[in-house]
């Protein structure tokens, strides 16, 4: 994971420590910031290539943070929480992270999911398909460019969102499972990632159809999973 820099926000000095030791362990430049102010100091002034992001921190929280970062940059999000509530999880899901860990975390697992980021985030997808721009009656997705547009207007997407669309527009028709696309996408095994999988296809939904609940692109199949409709 050498050349990349993420930058890991957290209020306990010691947390941002550790972290930093096992993230410098495996190569990676470690940027540290106290709260959201910071960080997004620090996100302006350097690149950045993943941020490893505190919920509850003071001047600026972690979601208010991430909504900030979204405004401008499809930065890979983890969120740290220190509650295990799924609400807490799903609202930093739904402003726009991609990941999320609960402390107390083994900070191998972190390492990992931090790899596991930045190797989708800085190549290319491998899904079935070698075509580079798919379009999909307006709806246009480009591979090279990691850009989504809708009748020629770029369209706003997460890295995680990104890939959802990405998998599902590259097999147009096909319907794929809550866990088949979890498992495709998030590149982990599926253990209660119905609440996860939705929150993503709703935030895309709502950039990407004219009228959400009547979607024209990204269908539901009930009692199945998803589909992009052909």
């Known amino acids: 994971m050498e050349d990349f820099n993420v930058l890991v926000v957290d209020d306990e000095k010691e947390i941002r420590d550790v972290i930093a030791i096992y993230l410098k362990n495996e190569g990676v430049t470690?940027?540290?910031?106290?709260?959201?102010?910071?960080?997004?100091?620090?996100?302006?002034?350097?690149?950045v290539h993943l941020i490893i992001l505190d919920i509850m921190m003071p001047n600026m929280d972690g979601i208010s943070t991430t909504y900030k970062i979204r405004e401008q940059k499809n930065i890979p999000i983890i969120i740290?929480?220190?509650?295990?509530?799924d609400a807490d999880k799903i609202l930093g899901l739904h402003m726009g992270a991609d990941d999320y860990v609960t402390k107390p975390f083994n900070p191998m697992e972190l390492v990992a999911r931090v790899k596991s980021q930045l190797r989708r985030y800085i190549t290319l997808g491998t899904y079935e398909g070698i075509k580079k721009i798919i379009d999909l009656n307006g709806l246009?997705?480009?591979?090279?460019?990691?850009?989504?547009?809708?009748?020629g207007d770029l369209v706003k997407l997460t890295p995680i969102e990104?890939?959802?669309?990405?998998?599902?527009?590259?097999?147009?028709?096909?319907?794929?499972?809550?866990?088949?696309?979890?498992?495709?996408?998030?590149?982990?095994?599926?253990?209660?990632?119905?609440?996860?999988?939705a929150v993503h296809i709703r935030k895309i939904r709502e950039k990407i159809e004219i009228d959400p609940k009547n979607p024209r692109y990204l269908k539901v199949v009930w009692g199945i999973g998803y589909k992009m409709e052909k």
């Open 162 to 197: 990104f890939r959802i669309v990405e998998l599902l527009i590259t097999n147009a028709g096909r319907v794929f499972s809550i866990s088949e696309i979890y498992e495709r996408v998030w590149n982990e095994p599926c253990y209660n990632a119905e609440n996860t999988v």
């Open 80 to 85: 740290l929480s220190a509650k295990s509530e």
């Open 30 to 47: 470690v940027l540290k910031a106290k709260d959201g102010m910071e960080a997004l100091e620090i996100i302006n002034e350097h690149q």
């Open 140 to 151: 246009t997705l480009d591979k090279s460019a990691k850009e989504v547009t809708v009748h």
